[in-house]
């Protein structure tokens, strides 16, 4: 069997032989539950000394080394002195819109606690949560033999988060050197589908030790089928493969034993690794049931329209990936049933064409029954990020054009209404003014008006007056981190019905630099009653 074989069996089962997760799983918490176990302690082929016997896996790699001709070798660069890793990021303090000392005097345990529990909903907070998590800010205090805890914390946060190219990022300035910051880029290959340079990071980092499935996986991937059976023998009968994965090795070494073997049950956690082996096995485990990074490994061109328009849904709604690229996959191909996704596809379609050739009329009959399915799917923010500059800019009237300036305001974009619609209710006209910038007037009554009148006195006068206490206490002791990160939550919970404290976090905001974030959240805490489905109503 040659890793080619392997992969095209995986793509020819892959409709008829999914999987479902035991009734009783639940899904891991953080990234940190389900990476891979890519790398070992070395206590075996790493910890190896001349004299001792050779493990398979370096007689091996003896043979492999010799150099086949007496040419100098290419002179190879090592990275020294990595630093801090806390530290690292890949945007500038400046341009991430924060103050390089925003950590202060904030304990680094105490800001990985804040990552880890943070979850906002809305899309103006997540863009803010994904530039303080790449961002190049000084390190906080950090008790000895504890650094890095915080930079691991901010990859498995854009983990979670499913912004899996922003982690892979971040792990690059930092450098693949640490174990753990090796296994994190090493599952984030394998999750992108690149098999190839997940096995290629392992082969160039340096001292990082890795374990026998992993390795097992990587030499059979570059088709050395031999050498990979040799060390998964060898690792078996030494006792250092767990049951299930020898189950999952043994299957996707050897085509006699998975030819009349039964389904496997998949673990109650899946890994990365396990998703590949399962696939080239061809027995591959569906991503709807797995944590949201997984879901990329859906939006393949291998895989079918169906799998792709499930999994970019899903990523677009958690905002992990651009409403663009959803768009584009709704367009890929014509509907070939109706219900659901396919309505969904079907509707972003029309009015995709109607957009197209700039007929406003068309607009007008295609946007309802679009912004309708969108919203029922819980996918609003996801259309006004699509199309939300392109309808708020047509003057529409009626239903049409309410929900084309709600769209445009929804995707940060007031400034494109130049001509709001005619019949337009006082309160939607006093939110595109509040939305271009603070207003002076409280807001008439209308539709929306009690959120917005709960909100709108945390724009009044100066942002310090009637600033929680806490905030306070934390902004004069330094740790405004710590404030910010709070100051998302509470501004988030307002979804929930807490508008107080989403109005203490709103000034929490202002009070920390973040005008234009704050009054985005405002605006899209008003819009969420419009946009998003009813409460207890399913996703179609």
């Known amino acids: 069997m040659t890793s080619t074989d392997g992969l095209g069996l995986a793509c020819a089962l892959a409709a ?3 999987l479902a997760l035991p009734a009783g799983a639940k899904p891991p918490l953080s990234a940190s539950d389900w990476l891979s176990g890519s790398v070992q302690e070395p206590d075996n082929i790493s910890s190896w000394r001349p004299g001792d016997p050779r493990p398979p896996e370096l007689k091996r790699r003896a043979k492999r080394d010799i150099a086949p ?5 290419p002179v190879g660069v090592t990275r020294l002195g990595e630093g801090n890793p806390d530290g690292k990021g890949t945007v500038s303090p400046r341009a991430a819109g924060l103050p390089a000392d925003l950590w202060g005097d904030s304990e680094a345990a105490v800001l990985v606690r804040l990552i880890r529990s943070s979850n906002p909903r809305l899309p103006a907070l997540r863009r803010l949560e994904r530039r303080l998590l790449a961002a190049q800010l000084r390190p906080p205090r950090t008790e000895a033999g504890q650094e890095g805890a915080l930079f691991l914390a901010r990859v498995d946060k854009l983990l979670d988060m499913g912004a899996t190219g922003a982690a892979k990022e971040l ?9 753990e910051r090796f296994r994190r880029l090493f599952d984030i290959a394998l999750l992108s589908g690149d098999e190839a340079q997940a096995c290629e990071i392992m082969d160039r980092t340096p001292g990082v030790a890795p374990s026998f499935p992993a390795r097992i996986f990587c030499l059979a991937l570059g088709g050395d089928w031999a050498a990979a059976a040799l060390v998964f023998h060898g690792a078996q009968t030494m006792g250092r493969i767990d049951p299930q994965m020898t189950e999952l090795l043994a299957q996707y070494l050897d085509d006699g034993y998975s ?16 998703l590949r082996l399962h696939e080239a096995i061809g027995q591959p485990l569906p991503s709807s049931s797995l944590p949201l990074a997984f879901a990329l490994a859906d939006l393949d061109q291998n895989e079918g329209w169906k799998a792709r328009l499930d999994a970019a849904e899903r990523l677009a709604r958690a905002g992990a990936i651009p409403a663009s690229q959803l768009r584009m996959i709704y367009l890929e191909q014509k509907p070939a049933a109706s219900g659901g996704v396919w309505d969904r596809a079907a509707a972003v379609q029309a009015l995709a064409d109607a957009l197209l050739l700039r007929d406003a009329a068309a607009v007008a009959q295609t946007l ?3 912004f309708d399915a969108m919203v029922a799917a819980g996918l609003g923010p996801a259309l006004a990020d699509m199309v939300g500059a392109e309808v708020g800019a047509l003057g529409l009237e009626g239903r049409a054009g309410r929900i084309a300036l709600w769209l445009a305001l929804q995707a940060a974009q007031p400034q494109v209404v130049q001509d709001p ?16 910038g603070e207003p002076q007037s409280a807001p008439p009554p209308g539709e929306g008006e009690p959120l917005a009148a709960e909100i709108f006195p ?3 006068g100066p942002s310090e007056k009637n600033l929680p206490q806490g905030a306070t206490q934390l902004i004069l002791a330094g740790r405004r981190g710590e404030a910010l990160l709070a100051a998302i939550a509470d501004v988030d919970a307002g979804l929930d019905g807490d508008l107080p404290r989403a109005a203490q976090g709103l000034r929490v905001l202002r009070v920390l630099g973040q005008q234009e974030i704050a009054r985005q959240a405002a605006v899209e805490l008003i819009l969420a009653p419009a946009m998003t489905p009813a409460p207890g109503a399913g996703m179609p």
């Not at 001709?69 to 070798?73: I, L, S």
């Not at 030819?259 to 109650?268: F, H, M, Q, R, S």
């Not at 019949?423 to 939607?428: E, I, K, N, S, V």
């Open 16 to 18: 008829g032989l999914a």
């Open 69 to 73: 001709t007496g040419a100098v070798e």
């Open 171 to 179: 792990l690059k300035a930092a450098g693949p050197g640490d174990p």
């Open 259 to 274: 030819d009349g073997a039964e389904e496997l049950v998949p673990p109650p956690v899946v890994t990365p690794l396990e």
């Open 368 to 370: 309802p029954p679009a």
């Open 421 to 436: 619609p005619a019949d337009a209710a006082p309160f939607d006209l006093w939110l595109l003014r509040f939305a271009e």
């Open 458 to 460: 945390a724009f009044l």
